[in-house]
Structures are given as C-alpha cells and as structure tokens.
C-alpha cells in the first residue's frame, strides 16, 4: 500500500496532458523574470482529463521544461508507472538546444520498461514506462508527449505546474471534461479565479490556467509547495475500483467503502483463536490484554510489502498472514484486529498518511491520500494506538511516523476522522548528565548520560533496533559533534512505557578539544548539544513559518580543569523568552570545576511571514551561546 502511494505522488507532476500548437522554445524569449532564481522554466503544460464514467477516464499530458542548469537536470528525465488500473498508450518525447532547434526524437528503443520494486515489497506489479532526453550542453528544452488510460477512478491527478523550488511557469493548464451528471470536486491553493466552466457535447469542461508565474527559493520552515504554488486537487464524488464501486461524498461514505472492501477478511485460523485465549482469558485488565496481543503479533511476524490485488487496497485475511508469518501494513493490521476481536476487544483498522513532518491533512476535502494503516483501540477512558508493522515499538505508542495528525478510522457505520496523539514538551525532551575532564594540553575525557525520551528519541530507537552494535560504533564515530575524537565505550537501555525513553551512555575521549594559547586554555562548557540552525536574514522571508514538533533539551556539564588555573573570563549567563521558544544557559566555577546548565525548550506552530526576522534573531542568539567559552590562566603557582 505504501509503495503505491509513493508511486501515485511521484505521477501527480506527470499529470494529464491535451495536445498543443508548436512553441517556440528559443530562450532568448523567456522572460527575465521568469529566469530570475530559476534552474528550470514550464514553457508549456498542457494537462486534459477526460472522464468518460465512474469508473474510467484517459489522461493527455504534454509539457516542455528549458533545463538552464545541472541543477535541474532530473526534470530531462520521463516517468510514467502502469498497472492494472493504467495503461500507457502513447509517449513521445523531443530535445531542442538553446535556439529552439529540434535536435533530438525519442526512439522507442530509450523508452525503457522497467519493474518498479521497492527493495521490500515481495510481491508487487508495478511497471514503469522510463527515458532521459538530457544533454551536458545547458540550457536545452525537453518536450514530452503521453496518454493513459485509465480503469478505476479512486483517484484523480492533482495539478501542481510549479513542480519544485526555482522553477518557473510561462504557461500552463489544466483541463478536465467529465459528463454533466459527474459529480467533479475539486479545492485550490493560491489560486484566486474561478474555473472557467463550458459545456462541450453532452459534457462539462472545467478549466484552470496560470501564465507567467516567476520562481520561488525554498525556504527553511516552510509549508509544503502544494500550499504555496498554485494547485488544483481533484476528488471523485461517485467512483469505480476493480469490481467495487464507493462515493467520497463524505469520510464516512469513504471509511465504509474501506469497510466493504476488506469485510470478512477477519476471521482466525482455529490454532490462532486457541493462543488468543491462552494469552489473554486469564488477564482482567483489558490494557494488559492488547499489549499481550500486540507482544504476540511483533514476536511472530514481520512486515513485507505484497503490492498485489485492488490496487494495494485490499488485504490479505488473516488466515493468510498466520500461515505466513508475514503481511504488510494492511494485512498486519487486520490480523491484530482480528486478535482483538476473538479476545472480545473492539478496534478499528485506521487509513493514515504516513511519515516524519509530513502532517499536513486536507479534513474538509474527502479524498484517498493515504498511504499507512494502523490500528485504533477506543477505551473507555483513552484510546490506544498500535503500530502493527514495528516489532520493537511498545504497545501505545507512534513516534514520528504517524504521531499528531489526521486518520480515518474505518468502521462500517461510523467511519470518521479522529486525531493521533500529538507529543508535547513533557514527552519530547532529552536529558543529558556530562562528567569530564580536560587536562592542560586540552585533551577532553567524559562520561556521557543521556535520557531521550517521545518523539526525540525515534532516531535512537531505529538506531539500537536497526543496526548492529558494529555499526552502532561507525554510527557513532561519525556522527558527533566534536572535531577528533574516539569512543571508548557505550550502551543502551530502553524502557516500554506508554511514551518510550532511551537511555544512552557513551564514555569518549578528545584530543585538543581546549584551544591552548600560551598559558590560557579556551574552553567551550557546552560539549554536545550545540544549536546548529543559522537562517538567512538577507532577505524578506515570503510564507508562513512551520516549526515542527515541541521538544525540550537540559544538559548539565561538570569539567575537572588541569590544577594551576583558575578563570579569567566567564561568560554571562542568557535567558531568552519569546513565542519561538525559550533558552537559559548559566556557567560558573567553583574551585576547580566548571559547572555548566543548558535549557532550551523548543516552541511548535505556524507563525506570520514577518516574524521571520525575530525567529532568526532567537536563533542566532542560542547558536552564539552555545558557543561561549571560558577563559582559563595558568596562575604562577600552576
């Protein structure tokens, strides 16, 4: 299921196409502003969708890009996938040079035909149609030309023609044609007209179109492009999916059609029913009984990707994955409802889109932008959530992946968004205790007691769960921030509570980590956990700010300094309070020790625009904290 959405997103800029008049492609005739911070130039898009029922519809699509960079050399580049829901029937692609010169057609023999697997997916049947017409001579314009066809419309292209960072549209349209009882719906961004709507024959035709639309740079903490750029999302009312038919007027028409697809597939092999029993009739506590349940499913069983059936959609029951000991997303997450089920627990198999930041959910447009499922236990008091595809995730928890966002639950009457736990400071924090030693050629010993906990601590989950001690070690010869240094030795603790923490100890050495000068040494207290965001404040920053997830960071440092010095400088203690975030640092010595104190406590949300200025300024002022040193001399007596 998740391969296919990968797949789908990736087609969304490959989008429908209507064939057009030649166009000059000479790029002495783009306009300067459309080169001004751009790597590539949309001189002409031309997308038509023509849906001729609830079930099928062909999809044009023809558009040329001017390459004026190395940088923008992956936009030279064809894509199209084909499965059983799309046919590709047409391709056709042409290389002109700087003048505007056809120098280049597609010959059959470039466009290659390759299997499209994933690398986990033990089973999938995903073709690509793939070519590149790119040359090292820039800039250069490649023109393709496609037609598909398309059986089984749960899903309709999106129109997105400023398809990345510093790329520029001269023109560009989308055109859909659909019979007039076709119940199209659609919702924009950043796009501030009306379709132009005509009838054509017995059909509606909705247009959309833009013209002239410069580049844009990327900026750090930015909303996603779709949200920014003009974008035209397009949803089918009533629609058609292999031999199922479903309507998307409503999530709770969308959730019963999920229902009524994977109905039935529930039921438990006889030698699975007696276990469920067996783990759970005499356990009264029903909280004990899913984790029981939950221990169970990641003790016997792994995930693998099977891409075969309707579309990724429908899973296997689960039947199948007791006799095979493995499933992906769907049939893992059916086959512990199942459990739950026979053990008399109600639970949900919930669609969801996944992945790290990618949070974004549009709740009031009804559409099929799912690319995971997990499972929903409702509680009297609480509801608990169960990753069905990690086998080393506690039993409650999501991390990352799936945390703070917007889910259908399927049910077949009562299907309905709901909301994934969000993690707040108090669960997102990292605690780290230092005990070191720096002698007086500036060489650094330390002992190194961390507590990551929530969402911080994902990463070190993957890491100890993921890799070999081995590999931990090459993880962690590179990856501090520290100039030269070795690991003398490390380990790591887990606990399984509800929000889970890692517990990291690491005992290292660094050579010359103090700057000697003469008989001064330099000293930076803050070791390991030094803020590394710089932002660009020489320009006027143009869209919203989105700060991720909230999280807090405390680390208490002791350093031995060498006998014979005693401090010459100290830096001043920072406090800093604004609706970014909040920092404290102190740093003191008393007799031979330098005892340092950090707190930054990092703020979430989306800001206006013009706080930019203020939001780099809070950053620049912990970056410069975090790297103030204390002045030791050698006293006479030293």
Request: glycine share 6%; charged share 20%; with cysteine.
């Given at each position: 299921m998740r391969k296919y959405f990968c797949l789908f997103i990736l087609h969304f800029t490959l989008l429908t196409g209507a064939y057009a008049q030649d166009v000059d492609y000479n790029v002495n005739l783009i306009s300067p502003a459309l080169l001004k911070n751009a790597n590539a130039v949309a001189r002409l898009e031309e997308t038509k969708l023509v849906i001729k029922d609830i079930g099928s519809a062909t999809l044009y699509h023809k558009y040329a890009i001017t390459i004026l960079n190395e940088a923008a050399a992956n936009y030279a580049r064809f894509y199209e996938y084909y499965d059983k829901f799309r046919k590709i029937d047409y391709v056709d692609g042409k290389l002109f040079d700087s003048s505007g010169k056809k120098i280049k057609t597609l010959k059959k023999s470039e466009l290659n035909d390759i299997a499209l697997t994933d690398g986990f997916s033990l089973m999938d049947d995903f073709r690509g149609k793939v070519c590149d017409l790119g040359v090292n001579t820039y800039p250069y314009t490649i023109e393709y030309t496609s037609s598909i066809d398309l059986n089984g419309l749960m899903f309709l292209p999106l129109w997105n023609p400023v398809q990345g960072y510093n790329f520029s549209v001269e023109n560009s349209k989308l055109t859909v044609e659909c019979p007039a009882n076709y119940k199209l719906r659609y919702k924009v961004f950043d796009y501030y007209k009306?379709?132009?709507?005509?009838?054509?024959?017995?059909n509606t035709s909705y247009e959309w179109s833009i013209a002239n639309t410069p580049a844009i740079k990327e900026e750090k903490y930015s909303p996603q492009l779709h949200e920014i750029t003009p974008t035209v999302l397009l949803a089918p009312t009533d629609f058609k999916w292999g031999d199922y038919t479903g309507d998307m007027n409503s999530w709770k028409d969308m959730g019963k059609f999920f229902f009524t697809l994977n109905q039935g597939r529930d039921v438990l092999p006889d030698n699975i029913k007696k276990i469920v029993h067996q783990l759970t009739?005499?356990?009264p506590d029903t909280i004990n009984k899913i984790k029981l349940l939950y221990q169970y499913l990641q003790k016997n069983t792994r995930y693998v990707s099977v891409q075969l059936g309707i579309g990724g959609w429908q899973t296997f029951d689960a039947e199948y994955v007791a006799s095979k000991d493995y499933g992906d997303c769907k049939a893992l997450s059916n086959y512990m409802h199942?459990?739950?089920?026979?053990?008399?627990?109600?639970?949900?198999?919930t669609l969801i889109n996944a992945g790290y930041y990618n949070t974004y959910f549009d709740s009031d447009f009804p559409s099929a932008h799912f690319n995971h499922v997990i499972v929903c236990v409702p509680m009297a008091k609480d509801t608990m959530w169960l990753e069905c595809t990690s086998q080393t995730l506690p039993a409650g928890y999501l991390g990352g992946f799936t945390a703070d966002r917007y889910a259908l639950l399927v049910d077949e009457d009562n299907s309905k968004l709901i909301h994934t736990p969000t993690y707040k400071m108090a669960d997102n924090f990292q605690n780290r205790d230092i005990k070191a030693t720096i002698d007086e050629d500036g060489n650094l010993t330390a002992t190194i007691n961390t507590q990551v906990k929530g969402m911080q601590e994902d990463h070190l989950h993957w890491l100890i769960n993921g890799l070999s001690k081995d590999k931990i070690s090459e993880y962690l010869k590179n990856n501090i921030d520290l100039p030269s240094y070795d690991i003398i030795k490390f380990n790591y603790q887990e606990d399984s509570l509800l929000v889970p923490s890692v517990y990291e100890h690491l005992e290292l050495t660094a050579n010359n980590y103090a700057q000697v000068t003469g008989k001064r040494l330099f000293i930076a207290p803050d070791i390991l956990t030094k803020n590394s965001i710089k932002l660009n404040t020489g320009e006027d920053h143009q869209t919203t700010i989105e700060l991720p997830y909230e999280h807090a960071e405390i680390d208490t440092v002791?350093?031995?300094?060498?006998?014979?010095?005693?401090?010459?400088?100290?830096?001043?203690?920072?406090?800093?309070?604004?609706?970014?975030?909040?920092?404290?640092?102190?740093?003191?010595?008393?007799?031979?020790?330098?005892?340092?104190?950090?707190?930054?406590?990092?703020?979430?949300?989306?800001?206006?625009?013009?706080?930019?200025?203020?939001?780099?300024?809070y950053y620049d002022k912990v970056y410069k904290s975090d790297r103030s040193k204390i002045v030791l001399v050698k006293t006479n007596g030293g």
């Open positions: 009306d379709p132009v709507i005509s009838s054509v024959n017995d009739d005499n356990v199942s459990m739950l089920k026979e053990a008399g627990i109600k639970s949900n198999c002791d350093i031995k300094m060498p006998p014979g010095y005693s401090p010459e400088s100290i830096p001043a203690d920072v406090t800093i309070n604004s609706q970014f975030g909040n920092y404290l640092m102190s740093v003191k010595v008393v007799g031979n020790e330098i005892f340092y104190y950090r707190k930054c406590e990092q703020a979430s949300g989306k800001f206006p625009a013009v706080y930019y200025p203020d939001l780099a300024s």
